[in-house]
């Protein structure tokens, strides 16, 4: 139930925010729409925790702007390394183990590295991810396990 009411929740405020409109009539079809929305995943049997990690929420809080703050440093480094040649660019494929306890964290951990600039993930097979890095910097950045621990304080249960 949980799941349905975050879902149902999270939809509205997406479409407040997307249509931009506040007149009672449109914000009443916008409702309407979310609950045949929620209706037809609950009638489709696919609400689960996955859905929407309503456990997930207060965690992410902390870990979205962390993350965030990761992407717009690695975006000024790549940046840099374009508009200055003499800076060098070592691409790299490296393995870093991906310590969460779930596949969902697991792919968690494997987008955040592939948002962050400088960094792709090509490949996650039994708890490893293939990476490949466009600088040695980014290569030692992920090889430290920082955001690898990071991920799993925000997705892991307690």
């Known amino acids: 139930m949980r799941q349905s009411i975050g879902l149902g929740l999270t939809l509205l405020a997406l479409w407040l925010g997307l ?18 929305v929620v209706a ?10 996955e859905l929407f ?5 207060l965690r992410a809080l902390v870990y979205l702007p ?5 992407i717009v440093k690695s975006n000024m480094d790549v940046c840099r390394r374009i508009l200055d040649p003499r800076l060098p660019i070592a691409p790299r494929i490296l393995r870093v183990r991906a310590g969460q306890h779930d596949e969902f964290g697991r792919v968690i951990y494997a987008n ?5 600039p400088g960094t792709i993930s090509t490949r996650l ?10 600088t040695r910097e980014a290569a030692d950045g992920l090889s430290d396990g920082r955001m690898n621990r990071r991920v799993s304080a925000a997705v892991d249960p307690r």
């Open 53 to 57: 990690p309503f456990h997930l929420t």
């Open 112 to 116: 955040s590295i592939t948002l962050t």
């Open 19 to 36: 249509s931009g409109h506040t007149e009672p009539m449109l914000v009443g079809f916008g409702i309407l729409s979310c609950i045949i």
């Open 66 to 70: 962390w993350l965030l703050w990761e």
């Open 125 to 134: 097979h039994e708890g490893e991810i293939t990476v490949h890095a466009l």
């Open 40 to 49: 037809v995943v609950l009638r489709m049997d696919v609400a689960d925790r």
